[in-house]
């Protein structure tokens, strides 16, 4: 099914956010899809003080400053859909903090793929994104942060992390539309256990995206006591990769042998844009 409906969440303070948002306006222009923001004010409960009607202490001075960023993250949001010339919806609302990633999530059913900026090593960041994986039951395309200048709204180089489970299954068949449009695939395990099995499980995949008119390559990556996110990040680097694809989260002991802890490393730190399916 190809991507024609994508979400974009809206949180926080903007710092880097503001460029993330452009490039994520760009890369639905790119897939030809209507792209919804939604930015999401904290109601925060702040214990009453006693203070004259109308004084200078009578406002909550952390309030105001969250409703500005709150604008100006969909005022960024506007102008670069108007720059883009895409299809755009932009909305804000106030949630209590507890409720902020279950609203996203609830919200992110009604999209193909969600489009989340990511700041490095970030709880509230990785607590939403978690919360998408597991609720929202759609894909979700990681944007670093810190990263953004180096970002490509087209996908010319993409890379599968395949560890032959079914998650990572799902996060191949969300991929289609985009694996479809891309020069160059590859299928990558990352694992030091050089097994028949494997090979087989990298080499099924390649042609089963054969029938999709995809053309991938297969080879495995040894971890050398590294983590597995570490050595993705590394070919990624190292072969030009814009997008990676993968499942998230493994809990079976053969999965743990040949992931590890890969889906953490990944969220706290993509090292480029990663579509993440659980």
């Known amino acids: 099914m190809p991507i024609k409906d994508v979400f974009l969440p809206l949180v926080g303070q903007p710092r880097d956010t503001l460029a993330a948002i452009e490039k994520c306006v760009s890369l639905a222009a790119d897939l030809g899809a209507r792209i919804t923001a939604l930015a999401l004010e ?63 999530a609830e919200r992110a059913r009604f ?44 996908f010319e180089n993409v890379m599968i992390a395949w560890d032959h489970s079914a998650r990572a299954a799902r996060a191949v068949g969300d991929a289609l539309p985009i694996l479809q449009a891309a020069a160059s695939v590859r299928i990558i395990t990352v694992t030091d ?22 053309y991938a390559s297969f080879e495995t990556a040894q971890a050398d006591g590294s983590s597995i996110g570490k050595v993705l990040g590394s070919l990624a680097d190292s072969h030009d990769i814009d997008a990676i694809v993968m499942g998230a989260y493994h809990h079976s002991r053969l999965n743990e042998i040949v992931w590890g802890g890969v889906t953490k490393t990944v969220i706290g730190q993509p090292p480029c844009w990663v579509m993440i399916s659980h």
């Open 42 to 104: 904290e109601d925060i409960f702040v214990r009453p003080k006693a203070v004259v009607p109308d004084g200078p202490d009578s406002a909550d001075p952390g309030a105001a400053r969250e409703a500005d960023d709150i604008q100006r993250l969909l005022n960024a949001f506007n102008n670069a859909a108007s720059r883009a010339g895409v299809r755009a919806l932009g909305r804000s609302g106030k949630v209590p903090a507890d409720q902020t990633a279950p609203t996203l």
């Open 111 to 154: 999209s193909d793929l969600t489009l989340v900026p990511v700041k490095p090593h970030d709880s509230r960041t990785e607590n939403i994104i978690e919360t998408l994986l597991f609720e929202s039951g759609r894909p979700l395309l990681l944007c670093p942060e810190h990263r953004v200048s180096e970002l490509r709204p087209e």
């Open 193 to 214: 256990d050089q097994t028949e099995t494997i090979k087989r499980s990298g080499m099924d995949l390649v042609d089963h995206l054969r029938e999709h008119g995809v």
